[in-house]
């Protein structure tokens, strides 16, 4: 009976003793106090940087007016829009519906530039990585795009001279080959413009078969049309000479006097 009782009390086993710890308890008021405490703090340790920032954007639209003004003053002083006006940039200025001078567009591009470079200095202080590579990378286009203004501007003169010199020479359709002379240059200038930007190599190679074929389209009309009358005096002309050619007599041997008169031998002649 002990035995059996001991197995009884053996086999059956207390229930371990669970702890159960209270979760700590935060009312609304104590959440939003140390929300903004903890804003607060973030904010007056980068006031610094900030302040640092706004001086920086102040200073650079500041200096950069300053030294715009001054470009555009001696630019006009060494009489650039004079030039600009001779080299066809004036006009292409209007063109592009650019109101601006070419001393006001160099200045306005000098200006921007440096507000650029104070904007970078600016984002780089306040720790903004992203809109410091974005400024970076438009700093690092803005030159490539400088040249390819130029390069336009280029082209669009020798265009102008093209079409000048073979318009002016006296030949049928003038005009309209001083056109196609005018549109193949400037097309170049824009394909050089687009390459110097970093265009795609295919969109250039589809843009420069384009030129090449409405050239091409643009000739065949031109002499199509304009030399029709031409065309078809020249091969009235050299169907007769055919025809005269092959309705002719065989030529007789010839001989020429002293004065140099050709005359025929007779057939007696011949025979001795």
Do not use: C
């Not at 639209?61 to 030294?67: D, F, K, N, P, Q």
């Not at 031109?222 to 005269?244: C, P, T």
């Amino acid at each position: 009976m002990q035995r059996l009782l001991g197995g009884l009390v053996g086999t059956v086993r207390p229930k371990e003793e669970r702890v159960h710890m209270p979760a700590p308890v935060t009312d609304l008021g104590t959440a939003l106090i140390t929300g903004v405490t903890a804003g607060l703090v973030t904010l007056i340790a980068a006031l610094p940087a900030i302040l640092g920032a706004i001086v920086l954007l102040v200073l650079g639209w500041i200096i950069a007016g300053i030294v715009g003004g001054l470009i555009a003053r001696g630019l006009r002083a060494i009489k650039v829009d004079a030039m600009a006006d001779r080299a066809g940039v004036t006009a292409f200025l209007r063109r592009a519906q650019v109101k601006a001078d070419a001393a006001g567009v160099i200045a306005g591009v000098a200006k921007w530039y440096i507000r650029l470079i104070f904007v970078l200095m600016a984002a780089n202080a306040v720790g903004l990585t992203a809109v410091s590579t974005v400024v970076n990378q438009v700093l690092g286009f803005i030159p490539n795009l400088i040249v390819a203004v130029f390069i336009l501007a280029a082209f669009s003169w020798l265009a102008s001279l093209a079409r000048n010199v073979v318009s002016g020479v006296s030949m049928p359709n003038a005009k309209t080959l001083g056109m196609l002379a005018y549109g193949a240059t400037f097309g170049f200038g824009v394909i050089a413009a687009a390459t110097q930007i970093g265009v795609a190599a295919p969109l250039v190679e589809v843009l420069f078969a384009g030129i090449v074929l409405g050239l091409a389209l643009a000739f065949g009309l031109a002499f199509g049309l304009g030399g029709r009358d031409e065309a078809a005096q020249m091969w009235r002309g050299l169907r007769g000479s055919v025809r005269e050619v092959a309705s002719s007599p065989a030529p007789t041997p010839m001989e020429r006097h002293g004065d140099g008169r050709p005359f025929e031998r007779s057939e007696a002649s011949l025979r001795r």
